[in-house]
């Protein structure tokens, strides 16, 4: 079981941004995807397409930008645990302080 303060479902852009958003904030962070890699759509459908749609990027192909996205997030060295699929979600009750 992992325990962490941010467990992020989906090492897309979204993923890989909100993973390096918790580690400026401090917090403990794990990804899974239940693809081999990071990089969601712009790395398995579209790796070569340019895009122009991301703020203060004025063009870059899909690949480009979803490798950044991982380089930034692996800053902070969380663990990324691939080929794993996430089923549902559970409560865990708190666990107690003494
Ligand atoms: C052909 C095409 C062209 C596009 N062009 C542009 C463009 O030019 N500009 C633009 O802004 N957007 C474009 N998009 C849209 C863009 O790709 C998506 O908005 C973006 O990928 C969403 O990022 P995401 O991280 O939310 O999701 P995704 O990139 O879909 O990543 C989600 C990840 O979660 C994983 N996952 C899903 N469910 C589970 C589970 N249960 N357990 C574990 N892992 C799971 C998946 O394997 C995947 O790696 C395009 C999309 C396509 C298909």
């Known amino acids: 079981m992992i325990r962490t303060d941010v467990l992020i479902v989906g090492?897309?852009?979204v993923g890989l941004f909100a993973a390096f958003q918790a580690g400026?904030?401090?917090l403990k962070c794990e990804?899974?995807?239940?693809?081999?890699?990071?990089g969601g759509q712009c790395t398995e459908?579209?790796?070569e397409?340019?895009?122009y749609d991301i703020p203060a990027v004025p063009?870059?192909?899909?690949?480009?930008w979803s490798t950044a996205c991982s380089s930034n997030a692996r800053r902070f060295a969380f663990p990324?645990?691939?080929?794993?699929?996430?089923?549902?979600?559970?409560?865990?009750?708190?666990?107690?302080t003494p």
Do not use: S, T, W
């Open 80 to 96: 990324m645990h691939f080929n794993e699929r996430a089923n549902g979600l559970a409560e865990i009750p708190a666990r107690r």
């Open 59 to 64: 063009g870059c192909l899909a690949q480009a």
């Open 49 to 51: 397409k340019p895009i």
């Open 24 to 26: 400026v904030l401090g």
């Open 31 to 38: 990804l899974i995807d239940v693809l081999d890699r990071a």
């Open 45 to 47: 459908l579209y790796p």
């Open 11 to 13: 090492a897309g852009p």
